[in-house]
Each structure stands twice: as C-alpha cells, then as structure tokens.
C-alpha cells in the first residue's frame, strides 16, 4: 500500500449465495488517499480470477486512487470469500463448468448489490467500472445485459472461455480434471458456447469504453482478442507490447 492511502473495509450479504455456502459475506475495500475526503463519487474496480491479496491491486490502481477513491469488489471465491480447503478460485474456474456458471450469475448479483451498498452507506454514486481479465469479462458480460451504464475500462479481459481453456497457458489442469469426467474439448465448447463474450458486446457500441490489451497475451491468444475489440467497438482501444495486460 502506498503512503497516505487510507483503505476502509464494508460487508454485506451476498444476494445469491451458493446453497452450500448460505451465508457469503461480500468484501469491499474502499481506497482513497487521506487528503481525499469521500464525497459522492467513486469507481468500481473488478480483479482478475485467483487473487487472494489486495495490496498488489491497491499498488497497481493508485495513480487511480490519487484521483478519486477506487472500491473493490472481492468476487465469489476469493479473498475472505475462498471456501475453506480450496485456494482462492478454485470455485470459479475449474473442470466443472457449472460452478463456473454459478460463480458469473453470483458475481453479477453482487455487483449490482454493491452499488447500492456503497450509494446507502457511504453517498457514493459509481460513476465508472474498471475491470482485469475475467473481472473485465465478467463486467462487459453485465453490461451487455443491460445492468451497467456507465464508462468502462476493459483490460487483458478474457473472450472465449473454451478457446482460452485449450489455446493459453493457464487450461491444461482443468482440461486434464475435464477429460477425467469425460468432457472432451467437443463437450467443453458445446457446455460454454454461451461464454463467447464477442457474440454479447456489440449492443455496446458507441458507449464509452477504454479497450486495453496485450499484444502476445497468452491466456486468451490471437485473434480471441482481436475478434473481440471489432466487436465491441470501443471508444478507445490502447494495445501494449506485452502479455496479459
């Protein structure tokens, strides 16, 4: 964390939680720095899959959080919210594709709740979303369905979940945990064809979006993002000599 950020914690319940775990407790940290008084505006951060420390994401977002107080929504499976026994995310992205379901559905549920917690709680208004990988898929997948209208920023975010899965680095366990309860790669694409983020996007063109991706990113590799910026048709699109960025 970086000198003279002051970072509050709030919790609430998640409004779909999973019926093995009835009572999720959703964590939100809210970061500003201490000359920043809270008035009536902040932005809402999403953080990428398998996160379970927040200080590398309060140091990443501070040239943010010097500007306005930056709230993060820790997903389902995550943080204080990993079920015990698993590691953070294990819940989310795993072989089994329902759970994958359920972890987007609950995902969303509280993304919309958090809004209001912080309107009711705080006086804060979201006047914008940021999201990283999967937060940023995940952020693109709610406001293609009509529940955010406000500017985004998309960085590294994921397109199609079972092109990732077969052709980036981070698919083979879950593919080898799939082919053991007899998923083959057939199966995998017919079971998550509804995860194909490029096909829900273009309802949101001319809306303002901040497109930010890596050149050589090897979790979703070329064309998956190419295809999925001439989708979205964002307002900006900035693409950097890197990897998953």
């Not at 949101?204 to 979006?209: C, F, H, I, K």
Request: charge should be neutral; proline fraction near 9%; aromatic fraction near 8%.
């Amino acid at each position: 964390r970086e000198k003279g950020t002051v970072v509050e914690r709030l919790y609430f319940d998640s409004p779909l939680a999973p019926r093995d775990r009835p009572t999720d407790r959703v964590e939100i940290l809210l970061a500003r720095r201490a000359e920043t008084p809270i008035r009536d505006r902040a932005v809402l951060f999403h953080h990428p899959v398998y996160q379970s420390e927040w200080d590398k994401w309060l140091w990443f977002l501070d040239p943010l959080i010097r500007r306005v107080p930056v709230a993060m929504m820790a997903a389902p499976n995550h943080f204080s919210r990993t079920p015990p026994g698993e590691f953070p995310g294990e819940s989310t992205i795993n072989p089994n594709p329902y759970r994958l379901f359920r972890a987007i559905r609950q995902w969303g549920a509280d993304q919309r709740a958090v809004r209001t917690v912080l309107a009711e709680r705080l006086g804060l208004g979201v006047t914008g979303v940021v999201g990283y990988s999967f937060g940023a898929f995940q952020t693109l997948m709610l406001a293609a369905a009509g529940e955010i209208d406000l500017p985004i920023v998309t960085m590294a975010c994921t397109n199609r979940y079972a092109y990732g899965l077969t052709r980036g680095v981070l698919g083979d366990g879950i593919l080898e945990g799939m082919r053991r309860v007899g998923i083959d790669e057939s199966k995998l694409w017919a079971m998550t064809d509804s995860l194909q983020l490029e096909r829900h996007v273009p309802v949101l063109r001319g809306r303002p979006t901040l497109y930010v991706r890596g050149e050589f990113d090897p979790v979703d590799p070329s064309p998956s993002l190419e295809r999925l910026e001439e989708a979205l048709g964002p307002t900006r699109s900035l693409v950097l000599p890197t990897g998953h960025a």
